[in-house]
């Protein structure tokens, strides 16, 4: 389950930057971002909830469980902030570079985990990283410079705009995710429970964020105003990634979902090659192979506390005996 979801994860995220992209650049009425982002939650809410019974479930996440509902507010604010910024911050920077900056989110993610999951990540994590922003970045500007070029509606494009709405949704991704890992990990709740708690808030504050920006537009041009077959695209995408990222986040941890992510810039460029004739360079092969190894780097497993210099191993107790040597560990450590 933990490699088939992040192999999922790969792809999702591959195919989601390129689609938000393409349909944000397209000339002609554009869609209203805000209206997106609600109608991602609401998918995702009525997916968790079709896999459950409607009405108990509903209950229980909402009546029941309000206490432990409320506790979603603040990643769910913090979520639908993010997405907010995703498309900003992609209608006014090239691909490229939005994909290079956003990989600021696995370093605020790891710093996260180690303040608030008090997580211990050896040097050599580190170093993977910072390998793994090296690389990105390699492969990213690389491929900048090969095929890079004014894409359509250049004119209504802010770089700044852009640069600070990554960074925020960086800061706010790496904050979300660490939080909502810990509220997933630190109960027995299901997966599908917590996106419903997750998506009621989402939801609301979707709404709310709708109304505040664009509320004047929505209401005189109408909700669903710009939307095509590729924007529904776009958004079922964007649902069925939050659904996935909570399984990742459950099996797996904040970091490694990441790493899925960065995986999926070099799946998605090689995909370019084949799609629309990109040609490979040697800086692409080297950006590609710093992020395989910081990802081998970082799954290494972390090495025991050597054996002193002349300490001698703990015998085995007689066949029938319990061991009574505090070098071993609990019963309940062996056995599940």
Same mark, same amino acid.
């Given at each position: ?29 554009? @869609? ?16 968790? !909830?079709?896999?459950? $019974? ?31 910024? $995703? ?16 990989? %600021? ?6 710093? @996260?985990?180690?303040?608030? %999951? ?42 700044? *705009? ?30 599908? %429970? ?35 077959? %590729? ?13 996935? *990222? ?12 990441? @790493? ?23 800086? @692409? ?14 799954? !290494? ?9 002349? $300490? ?25």
């Amino acid at each position: 389950m933990f490699y088939i979801s992040l192999a999922v994860l790969v792809v999702q995220n591959a195919s989601l930057i390129l689609s938000i992209r393409y349909v944000r650049t397209l000339p002609g009425e554009r @869609f209203f971002a805000t209206t997106a982002v609600v109608m991602a939650e609401l998918l995702k809410g009525a997916t968790c !909830l079709l896999v459950k $019974q409607f009405a108990l479930f509903l209950y229980d996440a909402v009546v029941v469980q309000y206490v432990d509902t409320l506790k979603l507010a603040v990643p769910s604010l913090i979520y639908t902030l993010q997405n907010n910024l $995703q498309y900003v911050a992609i209608s006014n920077l090239p691909a490229a570079t939005f994909q290079v900056t956003y990989q %600021l989110k696995i370093l605020t993610t790891a710093v @996260f985990s180690v303040l608030m %999951l008090r997580k211990s990540l050896s040097r050599l994590q580190w170093v993977s990283l910072l390998l793994l922003f090296t690389g990105v970045a390699v492969v990213q500007v690389e491929q900048g410079q090969v095929g890079g070029g004014s894409s359509p509606g250049a004119a209504q494009q802010s770089y700044a *705009v852009g640069l600070v709405a990554v960074v925020v949704s960086c800061l706010s991704s790496g904050l979300a995710g660490v939080y909502f890992e810990k509220i997933l990990k630190g109960s027995s709740a299901s997966v599908w %429970l917590r996106n419903v708690q997750l998506g009621i808030f989402g939801t609301l504050l979707g709404l709310l964020g709708m109304w505040w920006a664009e509320g004047a537009a929505v209401a005189a041009q109408g909700f669903f105003h710009g939307y095509s077959p %590729l924007v529904w695209g776009v958004i079922l995408n964007q649902a069925f990634g939050g659904l996935l *990222v909570a399984v990742v986040v459950k099996y797996a941890d904040n970091i490694l979902k990441g @790493f899925a992510t960065s995986l999926s810039i070099v799946a998605s460029t090689v995909a370019s090659m084949y799609l629309f004739g990109f040609r490979l360079h040697p800086p @692409f092969a080297l950006g590609a192979g710093l992020v395989i190894g910081a990802v081998y780097m970082y799954s !290494l497993p972390k090495a025991g506390p050597p054996l002193g210099p002349r $300490q001698e191993p703990t015998a085995l107790p007689p066949l029938g005996k319990e061991p009574s040597e505090p070098g071993y560990p609990p019963k309940s450590v062996l056995v599940e």
